[in-house]
């Protein structure tokens, strides 16, 4: 019993890791101006939907919140409505 305890645990810590390792990547490419908008706006919505949206909904609004406010700023009118769609399952979600 104890044996499998520890694998679990191995296990869950280390799916939490390479999560941390995602949302850090992503981040990373989010900040890197050299990147292109395109690339830079689809980090930014992985970052919000994948890493915070059912963990974090809160952060995951304010990030999409960024996210739309750079996408209306170049003109890209695909990411402006993801972002929105970020921002209204965040209503969802806080809901339940």
Do not use: H
């Not at 679990?8 to 908008?37: G, H, P, R, T, V």
């Not at 003109?75 to 969802?92: D, M």
């Amino acid at each position: 019993m104890k044996i499998k305890l520890f694998i679990l645990s191995i296990l869950i810590s280390s799916a939490c890791f390479s999560q941390k390792a995602y949302l850090d990547s992503l981040w990373k490419i989010w900040s890197d101006n050299s990147e292109s908008d395109t690339n830079r706006l689809k980090a930014m919505y992985d970052f919000a939907w994948d890493g915070y949206l059912f963990t974090q909904p809160d952060s995951s609004y304010y990030f999409s919140k960024k996210m739309y406010d750079f996408a209306s700023e170049i003109g890209n009118t695909e990411f402006q409505a993801k972002a929105l769609n970020i921002q209204f399952n965040y209503f969802l979600v806080r809901e339940t």
